[in-house]
């Protein structure tokens, strides 16, 4: 499997971006999706997980009421809707998928359990 993200770019605090996670193969409804980011200088995090049939999502406290993820399994596609956008919103925004559950408290929040990475895509919110 081969994700690709995009959609990044510069917006100014208050704005809005769309990102998207394209991924190759057998997506339909088979993974486990979600977004992390990482900015400069700090660790990645964990940004919000949605399961595979999109009936449940969970997010990171920190963007709560502004960020939205949905997947289309027909274009084999996640997207992260992203308002209200602060500049500590700045990071590369990865999307990653996994193929299995897995058990424990907010385990979705683990980025090693997720097999496949995409190659990030920057979002920058100036001030």
């Known amino acids: 499997v081969q994700l690709q993200a995009s959609g990044g770019g510069l917006v100014q605090a208050g704005g809005s971006l769309r990102l998207s996670c394209a991924a190759s193969?057998?997506?339909?409804?088979?993974?486990?999706m979600a977004w992390f980011r990482q900015a400069p200088g700090k660790e990645r995090e964990f940004v919000v997980h949605?399961?595979?049939?999109?009936?449940?999502?969970y997010y990171a406290d920190s963007v709560k009421g502004r960020f939205t993820i949905s997947r289309d399994n027909a274009k084999n596609t996640v997207y992260l809707q992203m308002n209200n956008l602060k500049p500590e919103d700045t990071a590369v925004y990865y999307c990653?998928?996994?193929?299995?559950?897995?058990?424990?408290?907010?385990?979705?929040?683990?980025?090693?359990?997720?097999?496949?990475w995409g190659q990030g895509t920057l979002v920058t919110v100036s001030s």
């Open positions: 990653a998928a996994r193929t299995s559950s897995c058990s424990g408290y907010r385990c979705y929040e683990l980025g090693p359990l997720y097999d496949y």
């Open positions: 193969g057998d997506f339909a409804s088979n993974y486990y």
């Open positions: 949605i399961i595979r049939k999109a009936d449940t999502t």
